[in-house]
C-alpha cells in the first residue's frame, strides 16, 4: 500500500541552525502538506502546497519556514534559523485530487526535531 | 483555537463491548470531518470520514455519527480490541484540499 515517507525520523540541531525536513508524499497524489506536534499538545496546521506554490499558511509559517518540491517526489519543509519553540514532531501529509468534496489526508510517520 | 473539541482526554473499555468517542466543533463551515488513529511516535493514521451530507458512515468495525445541529460527531467501534489502544482524533476541514483542524485527542484504552 502507498505510504508517506519522511526522512529524517529524528533532528538534533543547535539555535540558530538551519534544517531541512524531507518528506516523499504518495506518488499521484498532487496536494501536500506539513503539520506540527509540540509535546502534549494539538496537531497544528502548517502549510499547504498545490500545483507548485503555497495556497495556505498558518500564522506559526513565518518567514523563517519554507516549504519546496525541489523534484518530482520530494517535498521539503526548510528552517532558516532554528528557535527553542520549534522543538516537535514534524508530519508531511498529501491528499489526491478528486471529486465529491472528500479530503483523506495521508500522513508520514514524522519527524522529531529537537533544537538545543 | 479551538474549534474542534475532544473533551473526554481518555477512555478506558473491556475487550467486546463498543467504544465511544466524541468531538463537538464549533465553526459551520466545516463540511468534512476525519478520525485519525495515532499510536505513539507514528503520525496519524486515516480511519474514517463522513461528509456534512450525511448522518452516519460505517466501515467494518468502525461507525461515525454525525449531528449537525448539535455540531456533534461521535466514532463507535464495536466490538473493541485489545489492537485498538492508541491515541483517537478527531479533525475537520471545509473545501477540497484545505487545511485539517485537529481535535486535542482521546487516549482509548481496550482491556483485555
Known amino acids: 500500500e502507498p505510504e508517506v515517507t519522511q526522512t529524517p525520523s529524528h533532528q538534533v540541531t543547535q539555535m540558530g541552525q538551519e534544517v531541512i525536513l524531507r518528506c516523499v508524499p504518495i506518488?499521484?497524489?498532487?496536494?501536500f502538506y506539513w503539520y506540527r506536534q509540540i509535546l502534549g499538545q494539538k496537531v497544528e496546521f502548517l502549510v499547504s502546497f498545490y500545483n507548485n506554490e503555497i495556497s495556505e499558511k498558518s500564522e506559526i509559517f513565518d518567514d523563517q519556514f519554507s516549504v519546496e518540491r525541489p523534484d518530482g517526489s520530494n517535498f521539503t519543509l526548510k528552517i532558516r534559523s532554528t528557535k527553542l519553540e520549534d522543538s516537535a514532531m514534524y508530519f508531511c501529509?498529501?491528499?489526491?485530487?478528486?471529486?465529491?468534496?472528500?479530503?483523506?489526508?495521508?500522513f508520514g510517520p514524522g519527524t522529531r526535531l529537537t533544537v538545543l | 483555537d479551538q474549534q474542534v473539541k475532544q473533551n473526554s482526554p481518555s477512555l478506558s473499555v473491556q475487550e467486546g463491548r463498543i467504544s465511544i468517542l466524541n468531538c463537538d466543533y464549533t465553526n459551520s463551515m466545516f463540511d468534512y470531518f476525519l478520525w485519525y488513529k495515532k499510536y505513539p511516535a507514528e503520525g496519524p493514521t486515516f480511519l474514517i470520514s463522513?461528509?456534512?451530507i450525511k448522518d452516519k458512515n460505517e466501515d467494518g468495525r468502525f461507525t461515525v455519527f454525525l449531528n449537525k445541529s448539535a455540531k456533534h460527531l461521535s466514532l463507535h467501534i464495536v466490538p473493541s480490541q485489545p489492537g485498538d489502544s492508541a491515541v483517537y482524533f478527531c479533525a475537520a476541514s471545509w473545501g477540497y484540499g484545505n487545511k485539517l483542524v485537529f481535535g486535542a485527542g482521546t487516549i482509548l484504552r481496550v482491556k483485555s
Open positions: 501529509a498529501s491528499s489526491e485530487e478528486g471529486t465529491g468534496g472528500h479530503n483523506e489526508q495521508f
Open positions: 463522513i461528509s456534512s
Open positions: 506518488s499521484n497524489h498532487l496536494y
